[in-house]
C-alpha cells in the first residue's frame, strides 16, 4: 500500500512540473501542514473532551451501571463465555464506549475481550461463535452520540453538526439489528 501512495505522490508532483503548475505545487505543499493541523485539531480536542467525560463516568460508577443492564443480554448473546463475569465486562465497557462514539477509547477494552474469548477457544486458529458475535456488535454497535463525526462537522463549520444524529442513532440501531439477526441465524444454521 506504501507503494501505491508513493507511486501516486510522486506521478501527481512529476505532473504538475510538466504541466508548469509549480506554484500551485508549492502552495499545495506550504499549506498541506496548516490544514492538516486546523482538521485534527478539533478531532484531538473532541477526543480529549469525551475521554474526560468518560473518566469522570467511570469514577462515579456509572459505567458498571450500564455494564449491569447489559450483563443479562450479553449473557443470551454469548452463551459459551456467560460464566466468565470478567470477559463480560471487557464486552460491556467496549459496547457501552462505543455507544458514544469514542472508538479510541473502546479498543483497548475490545482487545481484551477477545483474549478473554480466546482463553476459551478450542482451535486458537479459529474464531469462535462469541468473537464473530463480539465483532457484529462492535462494528455494527449502536451509536448515540458520534462525537467524532461531529467534530469534523464543527471543522468544516457545519450550521448544524449534530442534525444528522436521530438519522444515525436510527442507521445504527438498524445495522445492529440486522448483524445480530444475520449472526443468530448463521449461528443456529451451523
Known amino acids: 500500500m506504501n507503494a501505491i501512495w ?9 505532473y504538475g ?20 493541523f486546523d482538521f485534527v485539531l478539533p478531532l484531538l480536542c473532541m ?31 454469548f452463551k459459551d463465555i456467560r460464566d466468565d463475569e ?29 483474549e478473554g474469548m480466546q482463553k476459551h477457544n478450542p482451535q486458537p486458529d479459529t474464531a469462535t461463535r462469541s468473537m464473530v458475535t463480539f465483532l457484529v456488535l462492535n462494528t455494527a454497535g449502536v451509536t448515540l452520540l458520534s462525537t467524532t463525526i461531529i467534530a469534523m462537522r464543527t471543522s468544516f463549520h ?18 445492529s439489528a440486522v448483524g445480530l439477526l444475520v449472526d443468530r441465524w448463521w449461528n443456529y444454521r451451523d
Open 6 to 14: 508513493l507511486i501516486m505522490i510522486a506521478a501527481s508532483m512529476l
Open 17 to 36: 512540473l510538466c504541466t508548469g503548475k509549480v506554484d500551485m505545487l508549492n502552495g499545495v505543499l506550504l499549506n498541506i501542514g496548516k490544514e492538516t
Open 47 to 77: 477526543t480529549c473532551f469525551w475521554n474526560g467525560i468518560l473518566n469522570i463516568a467511570k469514577e462515579a460508577g456509572l459505567l458498571k451501571k450500564l455494564e449491569h443492564l447489559f450483563h443479562p443480554f450479553l449473557k443470551f448473546l
Open 86 to 114: 470478567e470477559t463480560l465486562g471487557y464486552i460491556a465497557t467496549n459496547i457501552t464506549v462505543n455507544m458514544f462514539g469514542l472508538g479510541s477509547a473502546a479498543t483497548p477494552m475490545g482487545l481484551k475481550a477477545m
Open 158 to 175: 457545519s450550521l448544524d453538526a449534530v442534525g444528522f444524529m436521530p438519522y444515525a442513532v436510527a442507521a445504527t440501531v438498524f445495522a
